[in-house]
Nanobody
Framework: QVQLVESGGGLVQVGDSLRLSCTIH????????ITWFRQAPGKEREFVAA??????????YYADSLKGRFTISRDNAKYTVYLQLNSLKPEDTAVYYC????????????????WGQGTQVTASS
């Protein structure tokens, strides 16, 4: 059984940083993407960042509005994908989810089969 387990969320001050983790249990995803989404209250789930499990370059794919503040990385030996959130703003407040699928990169949440339970990030002034 595949499980994605997120952790690392919390309540922080505006301008602070957090590192979220997504640990994958049950299988590996080869050439498929592991993707972070987020969902703020009253809004749709939106793409944040993605990385390919077998990509040796460590390249990340980002929502344009988040480039430069968020960084995705992974530790294959630990079956874990990280999302570093820097210079947090109130509008970053959301539940952050990691997701996986068995095909290429997709930017729409409905294209993903596997989901974690989410971790809450709140940036408050």
């Amino acid at each position: 059984q595949v499980q994605l387990v997120e952790s690392g969320g919390g309540l922080v001050q505006v301008g602070d940083s957090l590192r979220l983790s997504c640990t994958i249990h049950g299988r590996t995803f080869g050439d498929s993407p592991i993707t972070w989404f987020r969902q703020a209250p009253g809004k749709e789930r939106e793409f944040v960042a993605a990385t390919f499990w077998n990509d040796g370059t460590g390249r990340g794919y980002y929502a344009d509005s988040l480039k430069g503040r968020f960084t995705i990385s992974r530790d294959n030996a630990k079956y874990t994908v990280y999302l570093q959130l820097n210079s947090l703003k109130p509008e970053d407040t959301a539940v952050y989810y990691c997701a996986a699928r068995d095909h290429g990169l997709a930017y729409v949440a409905g294209e993903y089969r596997y989901w974690g339970q989410g971790t809450q990030v709140t940036a408050s002034s």
